[in-house]
């Protein structure tokens, strides 16, 4: 349980998947899976826990995200495979705990994608609604508890990119990037036409709840942040790891959190923050309160979202089969999700079954209790990350590592009290789920996946698990 996968040995791993990546494909991926998510899918969620001072929030949560960040730089440039957080764990802190991330990068990814396909649904009824002037019945637009019985439309877009990821990383990637242009521009068009109705009393109170409503609203919005882990998903795919991972983690991160600091300022700046509460689909509904009828606005603002929300499920799609395909190989999960199609180089099954689970969730799981639980599932996995950079400094300093984390051991300290406080702030009910899903895991590890890891099996001569 507690032996170390080397890293010579992880890295020897690698060359089942094509590498076929630059700094800018990575850097859109990053982008592609972060940008969208909160600004068009959770704001609604967040601002009335923390009114106008939601600004501050999307700061706390930003910086927690960035102090991970940091240490995910150095790590990725050390260990370029796939499986993110996972092999970073497995290679410093051994099996159990790197089985425990993986487990919680599961619920990360595969809750966030059924999260964002909610939101997708319902920036699709509401441009139904502002061109034909009908939607899509609750009773199939709608989970469980929430008037209907299945949400198809989170289904379909979880459908569409399953497909996209069938075709290859490069061609998914392509995809991605035509996407996370038309995402940003349509922010950017956003705040234009937001900024010419901001109201002065909109920003008063500032903190009508207080720093603990800025805490609360900020733990939910870290939801948004997990994007940048995405973009280690694909080090096996990258063209030059070591020096384009770090890169593209630290530098999507910035653009990500200016973006979205951007957007919430306008959009609070607009609407009061009163109104937000219970509101769907909420930047359109920000832009017909902005321009009074706002029709053509709110309109190009939906079909904005509906690509930035497919370009978010697409992104961390990926990455959560590449989580799967890492602990596959290692024989903690079924071997299926590591098995390769030889005429596009992906693990195709792993897609599949990946998919039809993701699109099981979204169709019959309310939007809050998804984000919340994507919430303490990525916190937790992020301070596992800060706590493996100060390991492996302080057990193989000799490393050469191509991106070093500043102010060491301070900012990895730091990055995972971060993480300790905003865990801290979601409710009773996150945690029982989240306490739920580590004693899920715990059982399968035990039942499953100790008895069938590759680190049980004979090593060759002359090899070591130090």
């Not at 139904?128 to 989970?143: A, E, K, M, N, Y």
């Not at 002065?200 to 919005?221: E, Q």
Request: glycine share 10%; hydrophobic share 55%; proline share 5%.
């Amino acid at each position: 349980m507690g032996r170390c996968k080397p890293i010579d040995q992880l890295a020897r791993e690698t060359g089942q998947l094509r590498r076929s990546l630059g700094l800018a494909q990575l850097t859109m991926i990053s982008i592609g899976a972060t940008l969208g998510t909160g600004i068009f899918v959770v704001l609604g969620e967040a601002v009335p826990k923390a009114g106008p001072a939601v600004v501050l929030s999307f700061l706390l949560a930003g910086a927690t995200a960035l102090f991970s960040a940091l240490s995910y730089a150095e790590l990725a440039g050390m260990i370029p495979a796939s499986g993110s957080s996972y092999s970073y764990a497995y290679a410093t802190l051994g099996e159990l705990v790197a089985w425990v991330c993986g487990w919680c990068l599961i619920l990360e990814y595969g809750v966030s994608v059924a999260a964002v396909a909610v939101g997708w649904g319902q920036y699709l009824n509401e441009l139904l609604r502002l061109v034909v002037g009908v939607t899509i019945p609750d009773v199939l637009s709608q989970p469980p508890g929430e008037g209907g019985v299945i949400n198809l439309p989170a289904v379909a877009v979880v459908v569409l990119a399953m497909f996209l990821l069938f075709g290859g990383a490069r061609e998914s990637a392509r995809a991605n990037a035509v996407m996370v242009v038309i995402k940003v521009l349509t922010l950017l068009v956003f705040c234009a036409v937001a900024f010419t109705a901001v109201g002065d009393g909109n920003f008063t109170p500032f903190l009508p709840l207080g720093m603990a409503g800025v805490s609360a609203a900020g733990a939910t919005l870290f939801f948004s942040y997990i994007g940048f882990d995405a973009a280690s998903t694909a080090g096996e795919e990258a063209r030059d790891a070591k020096r384009d991972l770090p890169r593209a983690i630290v530098l999507s991160l910035l653009v990500v959190t200016a973006l979205y600091c951007l957007v919430a300022l306008a959009a609070v700046g607009a609407m009061p923050w009163t109104a937000f509460d219970g509101s769907e689909a909420v930047l359109s509904r920000v832009l017909t309160r902005a321009t009074g009828s706002g029709v053509f606005w709110s309109a190009l603002l939906s079909v904005g979202a509906l690509v930035a929300i497919a370009s978010v499920v697409l992104a961390v799609m990926y990455g959560q089969t590449r989580i799967l395909f890492a602990m596959s190989r290692d024989g903690l999960v079924p071997r299926v999700f590591a098995e390769v199609d030889r005429r596009t180089g992906t693990p195709r099954k792993n897609v599949l079954l990946t998919s039809l689970a993701v699109a099981v969730l979204s169709a019959v799981v309310p939007l809050g209790a998804l984000a919340d639980a994507t919430s303490i599932g990525t916190l937790f996995a992020f301070g596992l990350v800060n706590i493996a950079v100060l390991v492996l400094r302080r057990t193989r300093p000799e490393l050469p590592r191509r991106f070093r984390v500043p102010l060491a051991p301070f900012t990895p300290v730091l990055g995972a009290g971060f993480c300790l406080y905003l865990m801290s702030s979601l409710g009773a009910d996150t945690w029982a789920v989240f306490c739920g899903w580590m004693v899920l895991g715990l059982l399968c590890y035990f039942g499953y996946g100790i008895r069938h890891s590759r680190l049980r099996e004979p090593l060759p001569h002359g090899s070591s698990t130090d």
